[in-house]
């Protein structure tokens, strides 16, 4: 168990619809990191957020959208839905040290289906 | 732009054979970490290894072996002695540390098929 928790498990939807995917971090990590992993694009970086604030984006469609919370928790936002939105969605949380270097923990993911 | 190759998308091997996995990177930043992870079907991914630029030491975990080579920018994954709980999807991956963002970029993976 990583520390990661993703809510829900599962969700199946129908096209043109609206979801929230919930994420919340390892106990005292400030980043928190989105991936999806579909059929098409295998495993890609969506976007990262660190403390609250927006640090990073990677191949992340208008229709989705972003947020972290004051207590950490994130959630990601995927709007206008179609079949090809379809995919395993990761969270994974970092910790900021001092070190070089912060290891990302991933949750166990959201299967989205859209039908 | 950071790109991980994966050239073999499905290998099946006979349990207790030895695999190996390939993985070749391309960056231009000399400062860069080498992760596998692993995913069994049931889904979640499963962190084995991280690897730094500078160290080009291979390592050894039980029945599992890296071969990190910066001359030919490979990260290969070896297991001995294969095990049917082996059997995933292996996906190789890249991260340049720009301190607090360390997104990760996969490879495409290779599902590893344990035959009993």
């Known amino acids: 168990d990583s520390g990661v928790t993703q809510t829900p498990k599962h969700l199946i939807t129908a096209t043109g619809q609206r979801v929230t995917l919930r994420c919340s971090p390892r106990s005292g990590d400030l980043s928190v990191y989105w991936y999806q992993q579909s059929l098409d694009q295998g495993l890609q970086f969506l976007i990262q957020?660190?403390?609250?604030?927006?640090?990073a984006k990677g191949n992340i469609l208008e229709r989705f959208s972003a947020q972290q919370f004051p207590d950490l928790h994130s959630e990601l936002n995927l709007s206008s839905l179609e079949l090809g939105d379809s995919a395993l969605y990761f969270c994974?949380?970092?910790?900021?040290?001092?070190?070089?270097?912060?290891?990302?923990?991933f949750g166990p993911g959201t299967r989205l289906t859209v039908l | 732009a950071q790109k991980v190759t994966q050239a073999q998308t499905e290998i099946s091997v006979v349990e207790k054979e030895d695999v190996t996995l390939d993985c070749v990177y391309e960056?231009?930043?000399?400062?860069?970490?080498l992760f596998w992870y692993k995913q069994p079907p049931s889904g979640e991914l499963v962190f084995l290894i991280r690897?730094?630029?500078?160290?080009?030491q291979n390592e050894i975990s039980g029945r599992y072996s890296w071969n990190f080579q910066k001359s030919t920018s490979s990260f290969n994954f070896t297991i001995t002695a294969s095990q049917v709980v082996d059997s995933a999807v292996y996906f190789c991956?890249?991260?340049?540390?720009?301190?607090?963002?360390?997104?990760?970029?996969f490879g495409t993976g290779t599902r590893l098929t344990i035959i009993p």
């Open positions: 960056t231009r930043d000399t400062t860069y970490y």
């Open positions: 991956a890249l991260s340049i540390s720009n301190f607090g963002n360390e997104k990760l970029t």
């Open positions: 994974a949380s970092s910790r900021r040290t001092q070190s070089s270097y912060n290891e990302q923990f």
């Open positions: 690897r730094n630029s500078f160290d080009e």
């Open positions: 957020y660190y403390n609250g604030e927006e640090r």
